[in-house]
């Protein structure tokens, strides 16, 4: 979406009516509670409910008799990249090399490196090298280790599966660009010049080739 607010892409409209008309009772107002013109957007909000019956949802509002509250609210869709509060990821952890082969970190040690530094649970995807083995310096990273944490709105493989088609997407744009760019220098010149036969570039009609 590339509107300037939001609209109907990138945003659902939810509201919310609750009243106290009772003494001594107090009406806990969450999440839940927010309703939606959508219909599709009010399934999907009754199947979460369903998912997690534990779950009351987040505390809005504590209501006592005679209080009422109307309220209106914007849900937006948006990306880690334009603010946080989007990012459906808490953390993320990212290791190659378990066992050090590659000699990229200078171990801090007192006396053992094997008992001061444990191994991480990544070594048992790799094969131990062995006491006497040789050091080989042209050696490069071939396998990486990342761990996805969620906040719960995504899953951590769906998180993984969408990040590899922007990446995709971002690496077929710069293709594409770097594909116009070199059929633009094949002809000569760069996008919007005047060229001719011999690369030399020509002045737009009216100005005075005296003024190059």
């Known amino acids: 979406c590339v509107c300037t607010e939001y609209c109907n892409s990138c945003s659902v409209v939810l509201t919310l009516e609750a009243k106290c008309t009772r003494e001594g009772e107090t009406v806990m107002v969450t999440s839940r509670d927010l309703q939606s013109h959508d219909p599709k957007t009010n399934t999907m909000m009754t199947t979460m409910a369903t998912i997690d019956e534990f779950d009351q949802g987040i505390m809005i509002v504590k209501l006592h008799k005679g209080q009422e509250i109307k309220l209106t609210c914007i849900a937006r869709k948006g990306t880690g990249r334009i603010h946080a509060k989007w990012s459906p990821v808490a953390a993320v952890g990212f290791e190659y090399d378990p066992y050090n082969k590659l000699r990229h970190l200078e171990y801090w040690i007192e006396e053992d ?100």
């Open 113 to 212: 490196a094997k008992k001061e530094w444990p191994l991480s649970r990544n070594a048992e995807l790799e094969e131990a090298p062995a006491d006497d083995e040789p050091f080989d310096y042209k050696a490069e990273p071939n396998r990486f280790y990342f761990d996805v944490e969620s906040l719960g709105s995504i899953r951590p493989e769906d998180i993984v599966s969408m990040a590899i088609d922007v990446l995709q997407d971002k690496l077929k744009t710069t293709e594409s660009a770097l594909q116009e760019g070199q059929a633009i220098l094949a002809g000569g010149g760069m996008a919007g010049d005047n060229v001719v036969g011999d690369g030399w570039n020509q002045p737009m009609d009216g100005m005075n080739p005296t003024g190059w």
